[in-house]
Structures are given as C-alpha cells and as structure tokens.
C-alpha cells in the first residue's frame, strides 16, 4: 500500500478573491496528499480581510479551526470573537451562513476541514446566488422558479 504523505511546509499557497477585501491564500492540503473526498484547506487571511463571501453548504459538513491570530466569525447576524484554538462545526442542516473576517493585527490562519462531494451547493445570501458545483457556476436566486418535482413530491 503507497503512503500518502506530504510536508505542509511544500505546499505552496495560492491567493484567491472574491472582489474588495474578500481575499486570502489558500493552501489545499487535502488534494495535495492525495484525499479523495476529504477536504483540508489552510486558509491565510490579512487583517482587514474575509475568508469567503458569508455561505451555508447544502451538503457538507465543515470543522473550522483557528490556528494563528485573531478575528471574528459572522454566523448569522452574530458577530463572534474568535482566537487561536477555537473550533466551530457547521453541518448542512444548520440555518446560518457564514464567514471570517480577520479583525486583529496580524493574518488570521484557519484550518478548514470539510467533505468534497461533486454536487455541492452553496448558498450566498448577501449575493442572492448558489454556487452549484457540479456547473462551476452561480446560479442566481432570484430568477428561478419553483419546483414540484423534488424529491419528497415525488414520494408517493
């Protein structure tokens, strides 16, 4: 059986955005050992900036883990402190989007653990879009329509 194995140290951080100062560097450990399924991303946030748009995932779970500095985790309408140990855990079935945003002095460092699933979807209620994995695309919501064929009208 081959070992999966990579030095965090060799894993060369990329910079991402979502405009302004939504903004970080992200390292993606988990595809870089080779994991199929389980996601490990090093997220690296500057003061000032936020780690994503405020979002809810339909389908994965997440384990958010601050590591180095300090900032604030907006869940919901809550504003959160959050320091260096502190550990939160978003299911799918839980209401509230969120997001970091690093209001302290020196970069915000948070370990975000979460499943990888070809469907996901998530949910950015201050954009009023769905980014739909499996169409590398967002998807606007307040343009659709309603559905009658979902899966519990289709129980019968």
């Not at 399924?37 to 384990?63: D, V």
């Not at 869940?75 to 959050?82: A, K, L, T």
């Not at 460092?109 to 590398?136: C, K, M, T």
Request: aromatic content about 8%; some cysteine.
């Amino acid at each position: 059986m081959s070992l999966h194995k990579v030095k965090l140290t060799d894993i060369k951080p990329f910079p991402y955005s979502f405009g302004g100062n939504i903004k970080a560097q992200m390292a993606d450990v988990g595809r870089t050992v080779g994991s199929k399924t389980i996601g490990l991303t090093i997220q690296t946030m500057a003061p000032g900036c936020f780690s994503s748009r405020r979002h809810k995932h339909l389908f994965q779970e997440e384990i958010l883990i601050v590591v180095s500095g300090e900032g604030t985790l907006h869940h919901g309408d809550q504003r959160i402190p959050m320091s260096v140990g502190d550990c939160v855990c978003y299911l799918p079935e839980d209401p509230e989007a969120h997001c970091f945003e690093n209001t302290g002095t020196t970069d915000l460092v948070v370990w975000s653990f979460g499943n990888r699933f070809p469907h996901e979807i998530a949910l950015y209620p201050d954009q009023r879009v769905a980014f739909v994995e499996g169409l590398g695309r967002d998807v606007p919501l307040d343009v659709g329509t309603q559905s009658e064929w979902t899966e519990d009208r289709r129980k019968r």
